[in-house]
């Protein structure tokens, strides 16, 4: 699988967007970005998940860029409740379904 | 919720003894996954199955064992409990392709080794 970078912390005004890059240059042209979260003692959560064009759900957008190298996930108006760190994940397609291979992630920290 | 029950949430156990923990999901998916995480480590993938009686090795395996001789419940065994397996443990299930490739997260056991 392809390696993901991301920024270790980040923080965010509440109410503002919240813009958190990551990067997957080696990304192979079968690989999705999946996005995860995990608030303090909690399971991690699914956010959003895309190949090469642009997602949005009821939680978040996903803006992939055009060479599909880096992508940034947007938390359009961000509540003291989407503190969490933020997993980038791109994942490759086996016989055993889809493992995820998590990095150390972006500890996202909105402030009041 | 994604119809995940891990069992037990937390326990304490001594160093040399066995310890079994239980994820069962209501979802009928196909993969089940057991997760450890660890300070400065991130997630890692212990064991996987992708359907009764088929389980493999992830990328921390030693020490452990698993089993699943029903679609809904995945066993993860520790033959022999070590202070270094003092950790949360994360089962994991996905529906594959078919439903979107999605892999959703249980609450997590908190296991304790002294």
């Known amino acids: 699988d392809a390696k993901t970078t991301q920024p270790p912390s980040m923080d965010c005004a509440e109410g503002r967007a919240a813009n958190l890059p990551c990067n997957h240059s080696?990304?192979?042209?079968?690989?999705?970005v999946y996005w995860y979260r995990q608030i303090h003692s909690q399971g991690p959560q699914y956010i959003i998940h895309?190949?090469?064009n642009n997602e949005t759900n009821e939680m978040a957008s996903l803006i992939i860029t055009e060479d599909r190298k880096s992508s940034t996930l947007i938390l359009p108006h961000a509540t003291l409740r989407d503190t969490a760190v933020y997993y980038c994940?791109?994942?490759?397609?086996?016989?055993?379904?889809?493992?995820?291979?998590f990095g150390g992630g972006t500890r996202l920290m909105v402030k009041p | 919720d994604a119809g995940i029950t891990q069992s037990p949430r937390h326990k304490v156990t001594e160093t040399g003894t066995p310890v079994t923990l239980r994820c069962h999901q209501t979802?009928?998916?196909?993969?089940m996954y057991w997760y450890r995480q660890d300070p400065g480590h991130g997630l890692r993938l212990i064991h996987y199955?992708?359907?009764?009686?088929?389980?493999d090795k992830g990328e921390v395996s030693d020490g452990y064992s698993v089993s699943r001789s029903k679609t809904e419940d995945f066993l993860l065994t520790l033959e022999s409990a070590t202070s270094s397996q003092t950790s949360v443990y994360f089962c994991?299930?996905?529906?594959?392709?078919?439903?979107?490739?999605?892999?959703?997260f249980g609450e997590g056991s908190w296991l304790t080794v002294v």
């Open positions: 994991a299930i996905s529906g594959g392709r078919q439903l979107g490739n999605t892999i959703y």
């Open positions: 080696t990304i192979s042209g079968n690989e999705y």
């Open positions: 895309g190949l090469k």
């Open positions: 994940i791109v994942r490759a397609f086996n016989n055993a379904g889809n493992m995820l291979t």
């Open positions: 979802e009928n998916h196909r993969y």
């Open positions: 199955s992708y359907g009764v009686k088929d389980t």
